[in-house]
């Protein structure tokens, strides 16, 4: 049985920034993408970073030079820094895994930025 388990998000001011985490359990098998996704209210989830086992990663326009997403494959981990934040960047952020064309989806936490 595979979980995600993400850190908890927070509130932050404007230009501030922010570290998140999350952790895998159970087999994950090598070969997967992990990564980040965000929902604001009204608006659909869409994709912030992912990260492959191999460790490329791409980023979401909005916040490529801002946001960095690393992984470490021994901890089955990976993190999101989070750094200029604004307000556009205010959702519920989910860890996401894809292995074996299977997704799984963290719980979600909060991440405010306050203006």
């Known amino acids: 049985q595979v979980q995600l388990v993400e850190s908890r998000g927070g509130l932050v001011q404007a230009g501030g920034s922010l570290r998140l985490s999350c952790a895998a359990s159970?087999?994950?098998?090598?070969?997967?993408?992990m990564g980040w996704y965000r929902q604001a209210p009204g608006k659909q989830r869409e994709v912030v970073a992912r990260?492959?086992?191999?460790?490329?990663?791409n980023y979401a326009d909005s916040v490529k030079g801002r946001f960095t997403i690393s992984r470490d494959n021994a901890k089955k981990t990976i993190f999101l820094q989070m750094n200029n934040l604004n307000s556009e960047d205010t959702a519920v952020y989910y860890c996401?895994?894809?292995?074996?064309?299977?997704?799984?989806w963290g719980q979600g936490t909060q991440v405010t930025v306050s203006s």
């Open positions: 159970g087999n994950i098998f090598s070969g997967n993408v």
């Open positions: 990260i492959t086992s191999g460790g490329i990663t």
């Open positions: 996401n895994l894809y292995v074996m064309a299977r997704n799984y």
